[in-house]
Nanobody, 125 residues
Framework: QVQLVESGGGLVQAGGSLRLSCAAS????????LGWFRQAPGKEREFVAS????????YYADSVKGRFTISRDNAKNTVYLQMNSLKPEDTAVYHC??????????????????WGQGTQVTVSS
């Protein structure tokens, strides 16, 4: 059974930074694309960033490009999301996600096989 456990959320002022972590178990980590999605109150869950199984390619939503960086450490079965220059509109629950199939890039909710429980990020103005 796949388990994804996020950590690192919290309250930060606009312009600040946070680093989210997601520890994975129950899958061959180095064979799966991992991603981050977020969901704000009253809104649909949306794609934030993803990274391929070897870490060679990354993808970002336009709204976070240049501010957020996704990375992974396959030796630690962990994926990270470094968030800089945070804005109030970044406030949401951030969920880690693993692809439905091996060697398939995660960019859409329909292609997610496993979700983490989420970690709250709140950015105050």
């Amino acid at each position: 059974q796949v388990q994804l456990v996020e950590s690192g959320g919290g309250l930060v002022q606009a312009g600040g930074s946070l680093r989210l972590s997601c520890a994975a178990s129950g899958l061959t980590f180095s064979s799966y694309s991992l991603g981050w999605f977020r969901q704000a109150p009253g809104k649909e869950r949306e794609f934030v960033a993803s990274i391929t199984w070897g870490g060679g390619s990354t993808y970002y939503a336009d709204s976070v490009k240049g501010r957020f960086t996704i990375s992974r450490d396959n030796a630690k079965n962990t994926v990270y999301l470094q968030m800089n220059s945070l804005k109030p509109e970044d406030t949401a629950v951030y969920h880690c996600a693993a692809g439905k199939n091996r060697f398939e890039v995660v960019r859409f909710t329909q292609r997610v096989g496993s979700w983490g429980q989420g970690t709250q990020v709140t950015v105050s103005s």
